[in-house]
């Protein structure tokens, strides 16, 4: 059996959406995070959980993906 976290088999519907974006737009976590200046471990955390907060951290991830904040934010 292999170490290491177990996989997360349950993902939020935001968290999801925003996973989708980001490879629609061919970005791993770690160029999204230098493109926005967010920690790759915040957008990690987004997409497991859903819990994106913070207007200057949903202003520079919309920019970052070439979406509005409404696209952004549709599947909230």
Not at 1 to 20: F, Q, S
Not at 47 to 74: F, M, P, Y
Request: glycine content about 6%.
């Amino acid at each position: 059996m292999a170490m290491g976290r177990k996989p997360n088999t349950r993902r939020d519907p935001y968290g999801a959406w925003l996973l989708h974006l980001r490879k629609e737009k061919s970005h791993s976590q770690q160029s999204l995070a230098q493109a926005t200046k967010i920690p790759a471990r915040n957008i990690a955390y987004w997409e497991r959980s859903g819990k994106l907060k913070g207007r200057k951290e949903i202003l520079a991830l919309a920019k970052a993906l070439g979406v509005s904040v409404d696209v952004l934010l549709r599947a909230r």
